[in-house]
Structures are given as C-alpha cells and as structure tokens.
C-alpha cells in the first residue's frame, strides 16, 4: 500500500523558495532542503531525483505561483495605463523590492541557463507583455510590443532604484511608469 504524503510536493517547494533566495541555486543541498521544508533528505532524493531537478521544481513552482498572481492581477486592475502600472507594482511590492533587486538575481542567473525554466520565464512574459499591451493601447499590432516595452521600464526602474536609492522603491518604480506611459500618450496623438 502507498504511503500518502504528509507535506504535498507544493507545500515544500514553496518552503524552499526562500531558502533558494538566501544561499542561492548553487546553494541548495539536501540537507539544507531538508530542514526549510520538513522532510527527510531521503525523501527528497526519492521525490526530485539529482540537486538539479530539486532546484528547477523550486524554480518551476515560483514560476507557477508569478503567473497566477499575474492572472488575478489582470482579471482585476481596470484596463487602462494605471491600471497596468498597478498591475506590475503587485507583482513587485515596495517591501520586496530589496530583496527582488539582489537575491531574486541569483534565480534569475539560473533561469536564464536552464531551457525548462528560460521557457517557463518567456511563456509569463509574453502574458505579462498582452496584460499591460491591453492597458496601453487600443491599437491590437501595437499592444503586445508596448507590453514589452513597458516591462522593461519596470524592470530598469527597479534596477536603477536599486542603485540610486533617492526615494522608496514604489514611489520611484511608479514615477518611471507614469513618466514612460506619458510618452507614449504623446507619440500616439
């Protein structure tokens, strides 16, 4: 007869992510794994296999969570540019910012290296680009391009806040946004 498991596969792979976040992807040992989530290094192996795989379903799980927080967050900020520059400062509130800027680095190096995850992080992209395309612009050729665009706004606002430090994080994030979203209402008259 088959044993059930007391601590389901998600419940410990969300125990992970912050651990993952503090000793990095190379970091992560059975051992220490074994201790955030609850369960024995053995069952660990048992479940995930190599260091790798463990790493890459913590990273595929983090993924999954980002997309469903970015779903709800479509499905409930009004269609307009506020409601895509709130959009993306859900997705990175004030308070992680620091954390986002420095440790969340580390995740995405190894993102970037792994093609399972790279394409898991491509696939949330373009749904981000569509839900903030679709705030921006009526015009269905140009919404998708200025989604992306307007992401990497986000993401180099947040990126030079992390170096400049002049304001809080959201203040200086929504500034950038509302700058940027106000030259597109321009180019587009």
Known sequence: MPRH?????????DALLPLMLQTGPDGMT??????????SAATLVQRYGKREDLVEAVLLRAWDRLQAETDAADAEEPLNPEGAISLLLRLMPSDAA??????????LREDIRNPSLRARG????????RALGRRITADDRNAERLGWQMAAVWQGAH????FTRGEDAGSAIRK??????E????AER
């Open 5 to 13: 498991k007391l601590i389901s596969d998600e419940k410990a792979l």
């Open 176 to 181: 950038a946004l509302g700058e940027w979203v």
């Open 159 to 162: 990126t030079w806040w992390a």
């Open 30 to 39: 059975f051992a220490a794994a074994a201790k955030a989530c609850g369960l």
């Open 98 to 107: 620091e954390q986002n800027a420095s440790d969340g680095l580390l995740l």
């Open 183 to 186: 030259m597109v209402k321009r």
């Open 122 to 129: 491509a696939l949330w992209g373009k749904t981000l680009a």
